[in-house]
């Protein structure tokens, strides 16, 4: 994409999780998105709301300084239980998942801030 085309582009991104706030870095760092603060009343949200990343995710994180800070404060996740009123419904297990398409082949939970 050339410098011509990307002062014609419009771009929304929807959704503040992992990926779409690497996404928002990524444009703005090539200069395809400033930020509007007239839309929305100037309001922006200041964390996300994600619980976890997984491994391709990191590799994006990699990419701009990020992962290495994710991974060290936080846990990988091995398993998950999900409820249904108060009953354990059922139980994914992550194993080793994205081994092999990723240096991390996890799906770690989001430090604390």
Do not use: H
């Not at 014609?8 to 999780?17: C, F, M, S």
């Amino acid at each position: 994409m050339n410098a011509s085309s990307t002062s014609d582009t419009d771009v929304l991104i929807i959704g503040a999780g992992p990926t779409g706030l690497v996404l928002a870095l990524w444009l703005t760092r090539l200069g395809v998105v400033r930020e509007n603060r007239r839309q929305n009343g100037g309001n922006r949200g200041q964390q996300s709301r994600a619980l976890a990343v997984q491994g391709r995710t990191l590799d994006l994180y990699m990419q701009v300084g990020l992962a290495e800070a994710v991974v060290e404060r936080g846990r990988k996740m091995i398993a998950a239980n999900l409820w249904v009123a108060g009953k354990k419904a059922a139980r994914a297990v992550f194993g080793d998942m994205g081994a092999g398409l990723s240096p991390f082949s996890l799906c770690s939970d989001l430090p604390a801030r």
